[in-house]
């Protein structure tokens, strides 16, 4: 006997029928003699409505009270999936972040577990009971409800898994697995059966959406074993059809490349003409960081002359803006100086990844040679252990997945 997390997330959960649906999967795991554990999402769409409520009432509402209010969302769908289970002749019950407890900090709207007291869960569990369990909520050590972030239903399953000590937690999206690339951009994409938790971190913090960067790396932390499948698929059998995100040391043989990732959420800045001398780039970056303004890819290119450098780097679309501004005002108020300012937000940063980097040369230069070969000019570069990055025009975006996929043999037989 297994005991098993199974996470479902929005689109999952997102009308009546689908939740019937879950609760006739969650009952296949149980008729297999598991334990097992839900992890619900609110449904499609309900959180996005809480949140223009909030707004609606005030633009600078209360984060306290935020929490309150979107922390509904999932408390309706746990109370829903445990009828569904009901229904099917299951002992199920409903769990609230709260009721658990799922103790966090005091950051409301983005708050951090924590720990988790597991002891009632464990004694309802050992009486063949389902629990049902919120996700994406908490409770802060003043008592009050608190949420952890957009998308975070993952990281709760991950976190509950962890601390129930379970075999393994399964996410239910709606996709069927873990893709070497984007399938609705490269028709050759193949699902991979298994993926180390290097892989999936530098494959979700690049932009790939199948996992939330904190349950991929509290996964790895903790070495609970994720398997990604789909809701809206019903395979015959045992089997599990999905990707599961594992330790290296469960994958024999690596692939150089496991995947390539593209994030659409990118724009770059270029500073010109920057004084070169000691200290400029934190009086560049300084404000940036006051400003709560991330910072991604940064290459520097000093002039002949040695006097002057120009400074590009990238920061997420919705940031920049701001960035722009928080420049200008520091050059206002003469802590920077620079020639020009030039914003571009048409741009794309494609990401190789693979463990199999670590033992192999070459890699970059591959990339960097198809590129080229289909006239695709490389504005800035950054490189990990098993990652190589690029940012490139927007307009190339599908182009260079497609041939990037194929240089590095990941392309479906």
Not at 17 to 46: F, N, P, T, W, Y
Not at 112 to 127: D, F
Not at 167 to 184: A, Q, S
């Amino acid at each position: 006997m297994a005991r098993i997390v199974q996470k479902f997330g929005g689109t999952s959960v997102a009308d009546i029928d689908r939740i019937i649906r879950v609760s006739h999967k969650v009952k296949a795991e149980l008729d297999r003699g598991h334990q097992v554990a839900v992890v619900v999402s609110a449904m499609a769409g309900a959180t996005n409505k809480l949140i223009e409520l909030c707004s609606s009432v005030s633009p600078l509402f209360d984060s306290r009270e935020y929490d309150t209010v979107v922390a509904t969302g999932e408390q309706v769908t746990a109370g829903l999936t445990a009828m569904a289970l009901q229904k099917l002749g299951i002992n199920a019950r409903s769990w609230l972040g709260w009721q658990i407890p799922i103790r966090t900090d005091d950051v409301h709207a983005k708050a951090r577990i924590m720990s988790i007291e597991t002891e009632e869960l464990e004694r309802r569990l050992a009486a063949g009971e389902v629990p049902v369990i919120s996700g994406f909520q908490g409770l802060s050590d003043r008592g009050r409800i608190t949420t952890l972030g957009r998308g975070a239903g993952d990281l709760s399953a991950v976190a509950m898994a962890a601390a129930l000590k379970a075999d393994r937690c399964d996410i239910y999206t709606d996709v069927d697995g873990v893709y070497t690339t984007d399938p609705r951009i490269v028709s050759k994409a193949r699902k991979l059966t298994k993926i180390t938790y290097e892989e999936m971190l530098e494959l979700a913090s690049q932009g790939a959406k199948v996992l939330q960067t904190r349950s991929v790396e509290l996964a790895m932390n903790h070495r609970v074993r994720i398997q990604v499948l789909s809701s809206f698929s019903d395979q015959p059998g045992s089997e599990l059809p999905g990707t599961l995100v594992v330790d290296e040391g469960e994958i024999v043989e690596q692939e150089i490349v496991t995947g390539i990732a593209y994030s659409r959420d990118e724009a770059k800045v270029t500073l010109l003409q920057v004084a070169d001398s000691p200290g400029v780039a934190a009086a560049i970056f300084g404000p940036l960081t006051d400003a709560a303004i991330n910072v991604d890819m940064i290459v520097q290119n000093v002039a002949p002359d040695g006097k002057s450098t120009d400074m590009t780097f990238t920061v997420s679309k919705a940031d920049l803006d701001r960035a722009v501004s928080v420049l200008e005002g520091a050059r206002d108020q003469g802590q920077l100086s620079y020639h020009r300012i030039i914003a571009d937000s048409n741009v794309v940063k494609l990401s190789v990844i693979g463990v199999g980097m670590r033992s192999h040369a070459g890699v970059a230069q591959r990339m960097f040679k198809a590129l080229a070969e289909k006239g695709i000019n490389i504005q800035v570069i950054s490189t990990s252990e098993i990652k190589v990055s690029v940012l490139v025009a927007e307009d190339y975006t599908e182009l260079a997945l497609r041939a990037l996929h194929t240089v590095y043999g990941l392309d479906s037989p």
